[in-house]
């Protein structure tokens, strides 16, 4: 069972930077497809940003493209999210979500077995 665990989130103003990181507890977590998903308060959990387990596949929402980054270092076990110019509609609970192996789509949240407890993000105007 892989355990994802997030860290990096905080208070930041408007316009500032954040990266959040997701660290998984198992190997499998190289040949396995991450997503990145957030839930503000009084609202559905909406897709962020997913990659393949080469790093290849990326996509965004369109809300964070362009501002958002995602990558991963898969000798770390680690998946990144560098959040840049942000705004305060991103304040969210960020969790990071896993699914062995390769998927076509990636942007719903059902997709992903695996799923950290999340990290609270919260932008200031």
């Known amino acids: 069972q892989v355990q994802l665990v997030e860290s990096g989130g905080g208070l930041v103003q408007a316009g500032g930077s954040l990266r959040l990181s997701c660290v998984a507890s198992?190997?499998?977590?190289?040949?396995?497809?991450m997503g990145w998903f957030r839930q503000a308060p009084g609202k559905e959990r909406e897709f962020v940003a997913r990659?393949?387990?080469?790093?290849?596949?990326?996509y965004y929402a369109d809300s964070v493209k362009g501002r958002f980054t995602m990558s991963r270092d898969n000798a770390k076990n680690t998946v990144y999210l560098q959040m840049n110019n942000l705004k305060p509609e991103d304040t969210a609970v960020y969790y990071c979500a896993a699914r062995y192996g390769y998927i076509v789509g990636g942007s719903t949240w059902p997709e992903y077995p695996y799923r950290g407890q999340g990290t609270q993000v919260t932008v200031s105007s």
């Open positions: 990659m393949n387990w080469n790093g290849g596949s990326t």
């Open positions: 198992d190997r499998s977590f190289s040949r396995s497809t």
